[in-house]
């Protein structure tokens, strides 16, 4: 495992400097879910949310999400994202007492350093927003399963999470 980079040889953090790396396209795709009710599911699909459509807006944060990522992780770089896309998939109830809805976001650049933070803080903030429209319905939704799922670009290449 190689050492943390957002410290120096002091132990202090700062922010990695990225001046010399090559400026490649970089890709980063995070995931994760939200579980809730079957009843709350219903009221997402049927689109009847009393705050609107649900997905559109939750998909909306997200891409102004990953945007905003280094003003809110204090050592990311600001970057100039080429693609951000988020997806939505529905989890049904089977034989369960919980359904769900799945997000992944694939977040692209051309630049000096990846955008695996990116992708991550628009998955979170797309699922914290269908938990903020649906809240009034049901409160004990989880949001869970954040991660990376695979990375492309720079001098360490692809990765890709396992299943």
């Known amino acids: 495992m190689s050492s943390l980079t957002h410290f120096d040889a ?15 396209q970089r890709v980063g795709v995070a995931g994760g879910r939200i579980e809730m009710l079957p009843a709350t599911l219903a009221i997402i699909e049927s689109g ?55 997000c992944k976001a694939t977040v692209e650049t051309v630049g000096p350093t990846g955008v695996e933070m990116e992708a991550l803080t628009a998955v979170q903030v797309a699922l914290l927003t269908i938990y903020d429209m649906c809240k009034a ?17 720079g001098k360490s290449g692809s990765w890709l999470a396992e299943k």
């Open 10 to 24: 002091q132990g202090q953090a700062h922010m990695v400097d990225v001046a010399g790396k090559a400026h490649t």
């Open 48 to 102: 009847s949310a009393k705050k609107g459509d649900v997905l559109a807006i939750a998909r909306i944060a997200g891409i102004m999400a990953a945007k905003k990522t280094s003003e809110l992780i204090p050592l990311c770089h600001p970057l100039a994202l080429t693609r951000v896309a988020i997806e939505f998939e529905v989890i049904p109830a089977t034989n369960k007492p919980t359904a769900g809805l799945s």
């Open 137 to 153: 319905v049901d409160r004990g939704m989880v949001i869970t399963d954040v991660r990376l799922l695979e990375k492309h670009g």
